[in-house]
């Protein structure tokens, strides 16, 4: 079944490739072309860099032309003046031309070398003075006449200007000091689509002789580009190019049109971003390797190798294919098939970003930053795929292997000594009091609370904590240091060395949860089975419903819980969290205790048990509720503790995550990817610096700096669509909120990525830092200033980000979809900015409500999931992979 379903998906991808590069059946061509127009240049030779072909590369150029014609147009006297003599040995009539610009000392020049030229050789049939010299404005009418009038008077040869329609138009006196028309129909630039060009270049042909009747008109440059930026309507590409050329040569013959110059012969990469975007350097009919892009017979296909990608594609994603539904068979079908299609997919992109960039004429610059990017692109891709299992493992799986919940209670003999320790720095009073309040009623009969207040100063803060503690008896006891070290971890591992005797769990709480009574009682018998280290419940709060900004951070947390943790779970690779959470005393003291290398003790531990063989339990019922944080920036301040200690994490057990030891595969695997979207918000933010310098650099410098081709742009797109789509889908289907909190969630948790960013590049770059204490009560600040002062730098980048798409819109406009596409992606790095701006305003403004403290003891449920009993509970590791 796993074989024939990743042959069925192989089969796709081929059908795929295929009818995305049917063949089109045009009239063919196996006449001759009027005519060429020619510039002599090789792959790496430019005249902005003073190169200059040799006569043996200009004589192979005219001798492969001389297959296909026999007349070429040449712009230049100055530049090539040995093409006039080697064309005679082919019989190659020459239109010579004189290359006109604003320096007026080289336009002298030109003009003496074409009169000299034109009077030596006798191939020369035409002479044109000037190419495109009032389209750019680079001079008068009245200068370039007096240019034409010279050389009329000076050579026997027919003379023109070449112009396209337009000028022709507007500038009608131009015809009386010429002896023939020289025009440019190009319906690419005219916004035309492909399938209309042609009768767009024979309207705009009979336009000019009902204008000029007494003129006879050549055609100087007429022709469709391989390959480039999509103008209007206007799409290059290499089909395109053949259907018009095929049926422009049959309309051309019917309409005994016979004096034309295909624009052009050979593919020139040095006009690439000469303000034709990267359309100028590919209107040749061979390219710059001399050879023919397409046939002038037969069925034309845009990419004739698309056969071979596909097969590469296909045998690179079949082996992973096969695994993945062999291993996975217990998925339903549709979640296998939707993976396998995900990994086609990556190896298809993966084949496509290889060789794409082989049709186009890169600058050193573009491969400089394809080195770049295609390593960040084969990462987008693994953030992908590893996003698309956790989505099709939560949405098709069969069911949970590893589900846990709450268990019958053991009868008070039986139960486990439990020591709680609650460590706290600075926090209100009321709000630790509370949460020893619900503590102290708890249903159950062994445990004591130890209450570690580290370097608080105010006495008026801790006080009337230690005074509550003697209130509520002996079973709660108070220890206030000041000083001590190691931030949490400090103080915890200074309360297991306080732990009663009799303790076989530690239990650990945060200063602001309200517990259910039943905490202790529903759980504790999962430690029965010897191997069980850690048993976690969910992260949950209270006191949010009323407050917009606590409303969108509670459920922003609430979708890793319901969501990551049992993804996690699955393999007993779950983050273990510094609440809510029990851990057996013997795995934590025989381990080393709490860490005080990290400022994130609780996952390290976690890690640090799985690493010693243990087994971890998560219940995924809401025996706690703390609450939120109180402010944006304390939010921020959290989630930035966190990337910074994971990436202490990352560094220290680095070894244990790539070798292969105690730790099983899936925990390898969870713990090197599960933080892989942190690294993609850094990722992001480098990008996004990136992304401002090339706009800069496409504004201020566009010579040396060109639009993105969508090589770049459209797997980076591709892929914040697809992590927004996994997201909501995700969502919809695990997170009991509406539609509105979905959104209000997504923003919270976009509003994060600068903060993330910054703690994973802090985490990777410095060993220590210091660990900010996640205020939960609200700290007011003045205004609308106030509001945006945590979101600074977030506020400058998004005002960098608008004012780049501002200034690509007035520079680039709608020319361009490449442009179109820079202005979208700059639009979407902007998105986690502007949700960080909102999330501020809407936690500035928010209404706190009253204290609900009062009422903060947590009921149990009327009825609970209560008939587990531990030994069935605790499954044998057959979901370890």
């Known amino acids: 079944m796993a074989v024939l379903l990743a042959l069925l998906v192989a089969a796709l991808n081929f059908a795929l490739w295929a009818a995305a590069d049917r063949p089109t059946h045009v009239v063919p061509w196996n006449g001759q072309t009027a005519g060429f127009a020619y510039s002599p240049y090789q792959r790496y030779q430019s005249p902005l860099a003073g190169d200059v072909p040799t006569d043996a590369e200009i004589d192979r150029d005219?001798?492969?032309?001389?297959?296909?014609?026999?007349?070429?147009?040449?712009?230049?006297?100055?530049?090539?003046?040995?093409?006039?003599?080697?064309?005679?040995?082919?019989?190659?009539?020459?239109?010579?031309?004189?290359?006109?610009?604003?320096?007026?000392?080289?336009?002298?020049?030109?003009?003496?070398?074409?009169?000299?030229?034109?009077?030596?050789?006798?191939?020369?049939?035409?002479?044109?003075?000037?190419?495109?010299?009032?389209?750019?404005?680079?001079?008068?009418?009245?200068?370039?006449?007096?240019?034409?009038?010279?050389?009329?008077?000076?050579?026997?040869?027919?003379?023109?200007?070449?112009?396209?329609?337009?000028?022709?138009?507007?500038?009608?006196?131009?015809?009386?000091h010429v002896d023939f028309i020289t025009v440019h129909l190009l319906p690419y630039w005219e916004k035309v689509p492909r399938k209309d060009a042609v009768g767009d270049v024979l309207m705009r042909y009979r336009h000019l002789q009902q204008l000029f009747p007494n003129k006879h008109i050549v055609i100087g440059e007429v022709g469709w580009p391989s390959n480039g930026d999509r103008f209007g309507y206007a799409k290059p590409s290499i089909a395109n190019e053949a259907i018009f050329l095929r049926d422009w040569f049959t309309a051309a013959r019917a309409e005994h049109i016979d004096d034309?110059?295909?624009?052009?012969?050979?593919?020139?990469?040095?006009?690439?971003?000469?303000?034709?975007?990267?359309?100028?350097?590919?209107?040749?009919?061979?390219?710059?390797?001399?050879?023919?892009?397409?046939?002038?017979?037969?069925?034309?296909?845009?990419?004739?190798?698309?056969?071979?990608?596909?097969?590469?594609?296909?045998?690179?994603?079949?082996?992973?294919?096969?695994?993945?539904?062999?291993?996975?068979?217990?998925?339903?079908?549709?979640?296998?098939?939707?993976?396998?299609?995900?990994?086609?997919?990556?190896?298809?992109?993966?084949?496509?970003?290889?060789?794409?960039?082989?049709?186009?004429?890169?600058?050193?610059?573009?491969?400089?930053?394809?080195?770049?990017?295609?390593?960040?692109?084969?990462?987008?891709?693994?953030?992908?795929?590893?996003?698309?299992?956790?989505?099709?493992?939560?949405l098709w799986r069969r069911r949970w292997l590893r589900h846990f919940g709450l268990l019958s209670p053991d009868s008070p003999d039986e139960q486990p000594f439990v020591s709680i320790h609650l460590a706290c720095y600075n926090e209100p009073p009321d709000m630790v009091i509370a949460t020893l309040d619900s503590l102290a009623e708890l249903d159950y009969h062994n445990y004591e609370v130890l209450v570690i207040d580290n370097n608080t100063k105010r006495e008026d803060v801790w006080k009337p904590v230690e005074q509550r503690c003697a209130e509520l008896g002996e079973r709660f006891r108070f220890f206030h240091l000041d000083p001590w070290p190691g931030f949490k971890a400090g103080a915890l591992n200074y309360g297991l060395k306080q732990t009663d005797p009799r303790a076989d769990i530690i239990a650990v709480v945060d200063a602001d949860y309200v517990v259910r009574p039943d905490w202790l009682a529903s759980l504790t018998g999962y430690f029965h089975t010897r191997n069980v280290a850690v048993v976690q419940c969910p992260q949950a709060h209270r006191d949010y419903a009323s407050n917009a900004f606590r409303r969108m951070t509670n459920w922003e947390f609430d979708g890793f819980f319901r969501i990551g943790m049992h993804h996690r779970n699955e393999r007993n690779a779950i983050i273990q969290h510094g609440t809510m959470t029990m851990v057996r005393r013997v795995a934590l003291e025989g381990t080393g205790g709490w860490s005080e290398w990290t400022i994130c003790e609780d996952a390290e531990l976690g890690l640090r048990l799985m690493h010693a063989g243990y087994e971890t339990v998560y219940v995924d019922e809401l025996l706690g509720k703390g609450l939120t944080p109180a402010d944006f920036r304390a939010y921020k301040s959290q989630r930035y503790r966190w990337a910074f200690g994971a990436m202490q994490i990352l560094k220290g057990r680095w070894n244990w995550m790539v070798n292969k030891g105690p730790l099983t595969a899936g925990q390898r695997f969870h713990f090197l990817t599960g933080w892989f979207s942190w690294f993609a918000d850094a990722l992001h933010m480098v990008f996004t610096l990136m992304a401002l310098g090339w706009t800069a650099g496409m504004l201020l410098a566009p010579t040396v700096f060109s639009l993105p081709m969508r090589l770049f742009l459209i797997p980076v797109m591709g892929f914040f669509f697809a992590k927004a789509v996994f997201g909501v889908i995700l969502y919809r289907a695990r997170v009991p909120c509406s539609w509105r909190d979905t959104l209000m969630a997504s923003i919270a948790s976009m509003g994060l990525s600068h903060a993330i960013a910054r703690g994973i590049w802090m985490g990777l770059i410095k060993r220590k830092t210091e660990f900010v204490r996640t205020a939960k009560s609200r700290r007011l600040a003045g205004g609308a200033a106030g509001a945006l002062g945590p979101v600074r730098e977030e506020l400058l980048m998004t005002i960098a980000l608008v004012l780049a798409i501002i200034g690509m819109a007035l520079d680039f406009g709608s020319r361009y979809v490449e442009g179109e596409l820079w202005m979208v992606i700059l639009g979407a790095q902007a998105i986690p900015y502007l949700s960080a701006l909102i999330g501020a305003l809407v936690a500035h403004y928010s209404r706190e409500q009253p204290d609900e403290t009062a009422q903060a003891v947590l009921p149990a449920p009327a009825q609970t999931t209560a008939a587990i009993r531990a030994p069935e509970a605790v499954e044998a590791r057959t979901a370890a992979t």
């Open 260 to 394: 034309y110059y295909i624009m052009e012969a050979i593919d020139q990469p040095w006009k690439e971003g000469l303000g034709e975007g990267r359309t100028g350097a590919y209107w040749g009919v061979f390219n710059s390797a001399r050879q023919l892009k397409f046939p002038l017979a037969g069925p034309v296909l845009e990419d004739s190798t698309w056969p071979w990608k596909a097969l590469a594609s296909g045998l690179l994603a079949l082996i992973p294919m096969i695994w993945f539904a062999w291993k996975f068979a217990r998925f339903r079908l549709a979640g296998r098939f939707v993976y396998l299609c995900l990994i086609q997919l990556a190896a298809g992109l993966i084949v496509w970003s290889a060789t794409v960039p082989f049709q186009f004429y890169l600058s050193v610059v573009d491969w400089g930053m394809l080195i770049i990017l295609f390593p960040a692109q084969l990462a987008i891709l693994a953030i992908l795929l590893i996003n698309g299992f956790e989505f099709v493992e939560v």
């Open 62 to 176: 005219l001798a492969l032309m001389a297959k296909h014609t026999r007349r070429i147009r040449v712009y230049s006297s100055l530049q090539y003046p040995d093409i006039p003599r080697l064309a005679m040995k082919y019989h190659l009539d020459v239109m010579l031309g004189a290359w006109l610009d604003r320096r007026s000392d080289n336009n002298e020049k030109e003009i003496d070398a074409l009169i000299a030229q034109a009077r030596r050789w006798p191939d020369i049939k035409r002479v044109e003075v000037g190419n495109e010299v009032l389209l750019d404005n680079n001079m008068s009418p009245e200068k370039l006449v007096a240019y034409i009038d010279r050389v009329r008077a000076a050579v026997r040869q027919p003379v023109s200007t070449a112009e396209p329609w337009h000028i022709w138009e507007k500038y009608p006196e131009l015809a009386q």
